[in-house]
């Protein structure tokens, strides 16, 4: 396992065999695949690239460059964790405008037609087999990865727990949140439970549970279909994003983080709970 220090991965370190868009990128990117950590990590909406066939979606290069576009720092957030857990890492190559890969296929949000007041052109009334087309190639190629994640790491018994990883704007609807690390979770509370009874450990950062968002903002896609449905412990980690905006904040957020998940996972997978293998 190696320091923190140690994290140096780079975007161009994730490889796909999965290509979109006359191969301009692929739409998933693994790193770290052959880790033998027992977390699986998940970046959902790593990237804010937009295949050219899009157009842009028909937004402004600014705006494709904010949040709406990306969870901003969260894969640098996740490679430094994957590095210190020896953990694979699963990240989506393309903007969640395109398709958000934390949504089910029959979603409505799944492709938004306005982020946060800015309408995307582009999206707005799209046929079936339009939508048909970002499901086949942004979705599918994302799920069908972490699937066989799940099923090699099966096979091997290695026991797997679903971490994935984002990032949230401070300012939303004109209100701050106040919220700096939100630990998210589903039926399955787990995870979430043991690491928010560490919580004291990284005063006086504020810690919250299913902040700022929940089950109920239909946010828990990920977790159901590759941790609840697969009897794994999960949860998911939000992390303001104006707190990752150096390489030393984004170091000191995944050592915050690791303070609470390493015991939580010794925890579950110490025989008494049981992560279950994958």
């Not at 950590?37 to 998940?42: A, I």
């Not at 039926?187 to 919580?199: G, I, K, T, V």
């Not at 977790?223 to 992390?239: F, R």
């Amino acid at each position: 396992m190696q320091s923190l220090s140690d994290a140096t991965a780079k975007v161009d370190d994730i490889t796909s065999d999965i290509t979109i868009s006359g191969g301009q990128q692929s739409a998933v990117g693994v790193l770290n695949a052959s880790g033998c950590g027992n977390v699986l990590l998940l970046c959902e909406h790593a990237s804010n690239f937009i295949p050219s066939e899009y157009d842009n979606l028909g937004i402004s290069q600014t705006d494709s460059e904010t949040h709406i576009a990306w969870d901003i720092g969260a894969l640098e957030l996740a490679k430094v964790i994957s590095v210190k857990l020896d953990a694979p890492l699963v990240a989506s190559n393309v903007s969640r405008l395109v398709y958000d890969c934390n949504r089910s296929s029959d979603a409505n949000d799944a492709i938004v037609v306005c982020a946060d007041c800015v309408i995307i052109p582009t999206n707005q009334a799209l046929s079936e087999a339009q939508r048909q087309h970002r499901v086949d190639s942004v979705y599918q190629p994302f799920r069908r990865t972490v699937e066989q994640l799940l099923r090699h790491r099966r096979t091997q018994s290695q026991v797997t727990i679903i971490v994935t990883i984002h990032s949230f704007t401070p300012v939303f609807n004109n209100k701050f949140r106040d919220v700096e690390i939100g630990l998210l979770h589903d039926s399955d509370s787990r995870l979430a439970d043991a690491m928010l009874s560490n919580a004291a450990l990284i005063s006086p950062r504020v810690v919250k549970r299913n902040e700022p968002y929940g089950p109920t903002d239909n946010v828990t896609h990920s977790l159901k279909i590759y941790g609840i449905e697969h009897n794994l412990a999960n949860v998911m980690i939000e992390v303001r994003n104006d707190l990752l905006s150096t390489t030393d904040e984004i170091t000191k957020r995944a050592e915050e983080i690791l303070t609470l998940l390493c015991p939580a996972v010794e925890q579950l997978t110490s025989g008494k709970q049981g992560a279950h293998n994958a």
